[in-house]
Each structure stands twice: as C-alpha cells, then as structure tokens.
C-alpha cells in the first residue's frame, strides 16, 4: 500500500531564508507525485506536480527514487509562502495518497 | 469560471441524525472524488466516480457511508446515524479522467457531530 510521510507539523523560518519541506513516500510502482498547498481561508490548491518539472513561485521539488523523496524547495522565503503543504501521491487509481501536511510560517 | 462548490458549507449534526452533504464539480470534469480530512491530519480518501460510475468506495470508513452520482454531475455524500467520529472536513475534488490530471478541490464541508 502507498504511503506518504511529512515528517515536520510545523516548520517556521524568517524572510529571506531558504525553505526545505520534506515528503518521502513509499509505492511499489512508478509514482506521480504532487505538493498541494492551502493558503490561510482558501481551498486546497495544486502547487506543483513532478512530471512537469515546473517552477511555481519560486517553489521546486525533485523526485528522488532512491531516497523515495520528493522535498519541497524555495531558496529565499517570503512571508506570503505561510500557508499549510501537502504531499500527495497519484497511484493507478488516480485517487491521492496525502502526507499529514506541514504549516509553513515565514517570520519578517 | 465556476470552481467545485460544496454544500452545506458547515453541518452541526446529533449523534445519530443523518446527513446529505452536496458536491457540485466543475463543468465537464469526468471524475469526481471525496475525501475525508480530520483535525490536524491529510485528507483522506473516500470514494471515487468516473461519471455515474463509483469506480473506487474502499475508503468509505463504514456502511454507514454512502455516495451517489446519478447524472455523472452532482454527486452527494450521505452518512447515516452519524458518530462523533465522523466529525471532519469533507472534501470534493474533480478532475479531467487522465492519469495525473489535477484535482479540483471545493472549500469542504465541515461537520460537527455533538
């Protein structure tokens, strides 16, 4: 069965700073993976996916197979980036896997 | 245009009382999901329609969990002789029917069972 871990609830760094979410997974097949993101009153929002190797805001993330990681990555943080992130996993299926989410606070 | 809207937006419940919890997808979006997201936690799936087909219901938590899509559209969650357990964030999502594609969310439902 797969299976998603955001090993951090909270992680909190001041502006300007870099920023690592981790998210590793485990799926015996090939994985599609996403990090969705949740801004303060919003709804939960796709921020990127791995097969499009995409730079959103700032924000990149590597599917690393042997490491069975995919860590969220903003070398400069702003303080619009506090939000809650999720990692999520695509099997076969199409329905996500979803790790337990990790609260982003950026300090000024 | 419109995104996934969910209705009610918040639900107070008694123990034992029953619940209808509505889910409009975005236009022409095939798939439609439902998830499950409790205090503090990820969302959780529960249930998944391609059309008027539920393709996938292994996450309902129980038979007292039901969900229907009759017109391929407007799907509705029903639970039945609710639990506290129950209370929590549910979630509708829908997607193109492509492998990977993205998933819409809606703004949930919260419920409260007393």
């Known amino acids: 069965a797969q299976r998603v871990t955001q090993p951090e609830k909270l992680l909190s760094v001041f502006k300007g700073a870099p920023v690592e979410l981790k998210c590793n997974y485990s799926?015996?097949?090939?994985?599609?993976l996403f990090w969705y993101v949740q801004y303060s009153r919003q709804r939960l929002q796709l921020l990127l996916r791995?097969?499009s190797r995409e730079s959103i805001k700032g924000f990149t993330a590597d599917l690393n197979k042997g490491e069975t990681s995919f860590h969220l990555k903003k070398p400069f943080a702003q303080e619009e980036d506090s939000a809650m992130y999720y990692c999520?996993?695509?099997?076969?299926?199409?329905?996500?896997?979803f790790g337990g989410g990790t609260r982003l606070m950026v300090k000024p | 245009g419109a995104g996934v809207s969910q209705s009610p937006r918040y639900k107070v419940a008694k123990r034992g009382q029953d619940v209808a919890l509505r889910c409009d997808p975005i236009?022409?979006?095939?798939?439609l999901f439902w998830y499950q997201q409790a205090l503090g936690q990820g969302p959780e799936f529960l249930t998944y329609?391609?059309?008027?087909?539920?393709?996938?219901k292994s996450g309902l938590p129980s038979d007292r969990f039901f969900a229907e899509r009759p017109e391929g559209s407007v799907s509705t969650l029903k639970i039945q002789r609710t639990q506290q357990e129950d209370s929590a964030v549910y979630l509708c999502?829908?997607?193109?029917?492509?492998?990977?594609?993205?998933?819409?969310f809606g703004p949930g439902t919260r419920l409260t069972v007393l």
């Open positions: 999502a829908s997607s193109l029917a492509l492998q990977g594609a993205e998933q819409f």
């Open positions: 799926y015996s097949g090939s994985p599609e």
């Open positions: 791995h097969i």
């Open positions: 999520a996993l695509d099997n076969a299926g199409n329905m996500l896997t």
């Open positions: 236009s022409g979006h095939v798939s």
């Open positions: 329609f391609q059309n008027e087909a539920q393709l996938d």
